[in-house]
């Protein structure tokens, strides 16, 4: 045999053996494919309405390295205020085996806590957990759920006094009330409400309305008590129907005050509250923790820490009021 012959050989059986080498350390070295994260998403409120408050919620996720359509996916259901829809919706849900559960307001957090005592279930916009038996503290809620406390419970009181100082000589108020919320959290808005009027010398008068079909009837009978103002307690159906009730006060010259900035926004004279789409941004950091370790019952449910005024100086002029000087300046917006 040639020498040259068997250098060729060699060669050949020396590129064949660095090709072999080559392949078997890139399959080695390969990075697996991603994991596809998937949540539930369950909501007790309105698609339309609420759609700001889900993409806040999408953008959190981004910002964390979670894209939708890449390796996040996310099923959504909203009851659009039917209540009674969300225990299906949240069956529905926790058969696709999600790696956990965003349960927008208390129905949804109580339909999604019924459904499963495993999945992790981070809550937004709730008032009261502990309360509501969702949590054995704020500190260490135990189970499976954790999240973002609304305290709207403290933000009732506060819309009263802020529109005693806006309208002085105010001392009828009509509270909206959803009488298909939780009797629990009507009875704490109402308490917390009446405890906060007695010391600003108003009189209260709820008027409670079950879905959107019976607001002009609820409108009537607002306008036969005669109220100085009307304020909307914080509920997702009133939330949905923000617009509707701002139009109604302009048009009945009643000076209104919410809890969600969108309704200043809409028309209403004013609002005060946190701001609903920082917190669905801030439920992603809760979600993040959880799909690297971290147990729920462990992560301390978070309570707001900045509460806004919204002023609409629009409305303030259409209803032929002057704002004191005070309201102003404690204003976080002021909408021309």
Do not use: W
Request: glycine share 8%; with cysteine.
């Amino acid at each position: 045999m040639q020498p040259n012959s068997v250098y060729r050989r060699g060669a050949g059986l020396m590129f064949a053996l660095v090709i072999a080498l080559c392949v078997a350390l890139q399959a080695n070295g390969a990075q697996p494919q991603a994991k596809v994260i998937q949540i539930a998403y369950l909501a007790a409120g309105f698609l339309e309405a609420h759609r700001h408050l889900a993409q806040a919620f999408v953008q959190g996720m981004h910002e964390l390295g979670y894209v939708e359509g890449d390796n996040l996916v996310i099923n959504y259901r909203y009851a659009e205020g039917k209540y009674e829809l969300l225990p299906e919706f949240a069956v529905e849900l926790t058969k696709m085996k999600p790696d956990l559960i965003i349960a927008s307001t208390s129905p949804a957090v109580r339909a999604a806590k019924h459904a499963t005592a495993s999945i992790p279930i981070v809550i937004v916009g709730v008032t009261d957990p502990v309360a509501q038996g969702f949590a054995a503290s704020l500190a260490r809620p135990g189970g499976n759920v954790t999240g973002m406390s609304g305290q709207y419970e403290e933000i009732a009181p506060k819309m009263l006094e802020l529109l005693k100082a806006a309208v002085p000589k105010a001392s009828r108020i009509a509270l909206l009330v959803n009488a298909r919320q939780a009797a629990r959290l009507n009875a704490t808005y109402l308490k917390t409400s009446h405890d906060a009027a007695q010391t600003l010398g108003l009189e209260l008068r709820p008027v409670e309305v079950q879905g959107p079909n019976e607001f002009d009837a609820a409108f009537a009978t607002i306008m036969q008590a005669q109220p100085d103002a009307l304020v909307p307690l914080p509920d997702p159906m009133l939330f949905a129907e923000g617009k509707r009730i701002a139009d109604f006060g302009a048009k009945s010259r009643l000076p209104t005050i919410g809890a969600y900035r969108e309704f200043a926004e809409a028309g209403g004279l004013m609002s005060y509250g946190n701001n609903p789409a920082e917190s669905y941004k801030r439920a992603a950091t809760y979600v993040d923790k959880i799909l690297k370790g971290a147990k729920p019952g462990d992560l301390p449910i978070e309570q707001p820490t900045q509460f806004e005024l919204v002023v609409n100086l629009k409305t303030a002029k259409l209803l032929g009021i002057t704002l004191p000087q005070s309201v102003l300046l404690r204003a976080d917006k002021v909408i021309q």
